[in-house]
């Protein structure tokens, strides 16, 4: 196990004065704080001990069912988990056997990779593009690699804030099938679109040609982190019977169950709360989105090149491959600028990405976004003439 970089560049980011967009973290000034303190009353009145009593390892039976019902699944086809973390560590538990090959996109999201690799897979990096994977890279990948899972993220991906079309989401459906892959779909940012048409997850596709549940290739994880909160650690693993049979015990053995009161406070806020604050939540990003894109495009030297994301809370920045910069021991005169980004090797299992960043656009204001893109053009202006007056 090695520590999370990004946890080690928040500790120097908590400086005031720092314009941080390092965090993962949703903005916190949009949480349904009224509306969580109404439901936690109305779950004591209601449930009265028993909201702070032992529950059932599978989670809390409304709760599934809701999230069932949206799925077209029976509730015994739906594990609640204390935060997908802990449904993407469970499905490794389950699922990988010490060198089983794990395709991974390329980057991918650092958290799995961390909460995958005790189970000692061996990574094996996807080639993607702006519209995600590509299918003939993984079809050849998979000629000479078999592999038994992909992991993938395909609606506004972390890190990189790119969606994975209709068209190849088809495509990979159809060529893990025949090799016989099962995909990891995570999907916490696929409600927090905020541009264009909705994109069918891979599990519903998957569904609709037919295929029963306990017969898909495909598991998804969601998550009620980006939409509510993410310190109630709510979420699930959907999925064919015989998977979910094994997380129930994976999990009892685990922590016996997700935390009672949590759930029911969660299920209260499903039907009203939750649609509005998709609403709320979407439409505020893509504005933030928007100014951090337009700076970026204001402010950055050229040949930088950044994505342009539908919707989620990142977009990824590229710099120019043969200026030779690493955005590691950069971070250090960004910081010194009062501005800081995650560096994106960490997100390669392979270790490339020197010359990549993630950057988060949901917990700065407007105009914190603006100063800190500006700072931090200049951070890689400067790096950019330094770099070319050694050659
Ligand atoms: C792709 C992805 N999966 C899973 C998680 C973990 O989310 P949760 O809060 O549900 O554990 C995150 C959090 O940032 C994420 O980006």
Redesign the pocket.
Known sequence: MTSSAIREILKITQRPEVISFAG?LPAPELFPLAEIREATEKVYADHGPAALQYSTTEGHLPLRTWIADRGGLAPDQVQITS????G?DLLGRVLIDPGDVMLVESPT?L??LQAFAPYRPRFVEVITDDDGVVPEALEDQLRTTPAKLIYL?PTFQ?PTGRTLSVERRRQLLEITKRHGVTILE?G?YNELRFRGERVPTLFELALADGTPVDDLNVIM?G?F?KVLA?GL?D?WVQGPRPVIDKLVMAKQAADLHSPTLNQLIVTELLDDVLPRQIKIISAEYGKRAAVMINSIAENFPPGVACTDPDGGMFCWVQLPTDAGIDTEPMLAAAVDRNVAYVPGRPFFASGIGHNTMRLSYVTSTEQEIRAGIEALGAVIEDQLVGRAQLR
């Open positions: 993962g935060g997908s973390q802990q993407l999201y958290g799995a993220v972390n995570d916490p994880l998550t982190s993410p650690r979420a």
